[in-house]
């Protein structure tokens, strides 16, 4: 089991804003509920406590209901500082997990916390079965302060380099083993090293000669200190949806980039849609215009990173020599035609399904593509057919096969008759 555990004890001074951080409203919801969601949504985690300031404990169970936090199971009081938090989670916890259960602990006021982030010191801290700390790379110029008083101290100064290479910037999420983590506090105590760090469990563990196991990290997962934090927030939660009014969604998906062939694409787009296909022209160079082979300006449906991928059932890639090398150099495009590959369907034309073999979707496959790219399909059987079907992919040889390549999409995802009453429409013979 992974529980996420949200540190909601603190009472936020530097804020100034007269209630603990963590409970204050950004566009009428509170920054603790902000941070909870991204841990509710996640797959990885099964529970959730928060171990918060006494005062608010009544409260957490007040947003459980109004947010709809299913995994949220726990409330529990919060310690004097960042460490005492923590030991108080882990005592709350002994009767309830086990001891190779994941603990996750994060600060009750760093909403910005991602998906990716979470599941990665989960997955880090199974593999190395004691700890994981999400950690990133030190990027600016730094230097060792004479006085440990703030920079802003007059008095203050520096004369002494540090190595920016050699600097790891901790943040939460902090994971660990539940055994382990027991463990550690049990001998801290005993010990009585617990009573010579900082408070916080990662001096603990230097102190104790742990070693600390990076996870992915990121800049932007800051945790809110300052006034000034709670304006970034608020600009990045109106980003957020303003995003997700933007969202479309369709059955599917064209994605268009720079240098494509217009024809395989638009008559492409005019078939499926005809056919009643929800299709989506979606550009992958950053804005809506995209210029074609023939340098005609086409606006896109959307950006392709506003599409929802989860509704779609085909991805298709048109042809064009310099558009399949702008397709080629999108992650996302990458990522996507490797995603549906698997579970969904995939399409290319001409010289698209080259990027297809490039993936190894195509492996052992029988397959088309233009004759002039030919050579890198490796791991396909090409044909020289004007369209080839097998499994999951559809491959078309060029700009002539285009109609024929919209009909075997319309036949795989509606039906035969669709495709006859179409070619009648459109006075298309055989």
Known sequence: MNVAVILAGGVGNRLGAGIPKQFV????????????????????????????????????????????????????????????????????LKDKVSKDDTIVFHFGASPFITEDIIADVIRVCKEKGTNAISTTDYL??????????????????????????????????????????????????????????????????????KKIYFSKGSQTNIKITTKEDLVLFEGYVLEQQRKSKDVVTGDVVVFLADGFEECEALIVVDLLRRAGLKTIMASVMGRRDVKSSRE????????????????????????????????????????????????????????????????????????????????????????????????????????????PFAFKIIKTLVDEETVEKIKKAICYKN
């Open 296 to 403: 005609i300006l086409i606006q896109a449906d959307c950006l392709a990173e506003n599409v929802d991928y989860d509704k779609a059932q085909m991805i298709v890639l048109p042809g064009g020599r310099l558009g399949t090398e702008n397709l080629s150099v999108s992650e996302l495009v990458k990522e996507k035609c490797l995603e549906f590959a698997k579970d969904k369907k995939v399409a290319a034309i001409c010289a698209a399904p080259s990027l297809l073999a490039s993936l190894g979707i195509l492996e052992g496959k029988k397959a088309t593509v233009h004759p002039d790219f030919a050579s890198k399909m490796n791991g396909a059987e090409v044909m020289n057919e004007p369209v080839v079907s097998d499994g999951n992919t559809i491959t078309g040889q060029g700009l002539g096969a285009t109609i």
């Open 140 to 209: 600016l110029l730094s230097g060792e302060k004479k006085l440990t008083s703030s920079v802003l101290d007059p008095e203050n100064y520096t004369e002494k380099y540090i190595n920016r290479d050699t600097v790891a910037v901790m943040n939460t999420p902090h994971a660990f083993q539940y055994g382990f983590i027991e463990d550690l506090y049990k001998e801290a105590i005993e010990t009585g090293v617990i009573d010579t760090v900082e408070p916080h469990t990662t001096t603990l563990m230097y102190a104790m000669g």
């Open 25 to 92: 409203e950004i566009l009428g919801k509170p920054i603790l509920a902000y941070t909870i969601e991204p841990f509710e949504k996640h797959p990885d985690v099964d529970a959730i406590l928060v171990v918060c300031v006494k005062p608010y404990m009544d409260y957490i169970w007040e947003l459980k209901e109004k947010y709809g936090f299913n995994k949220l199971t726990w409330v529990t009081e919060g310690g004097d500082t960042f460490q005492g938090s923590v030991m108080n989670g882990v005592n709350f």
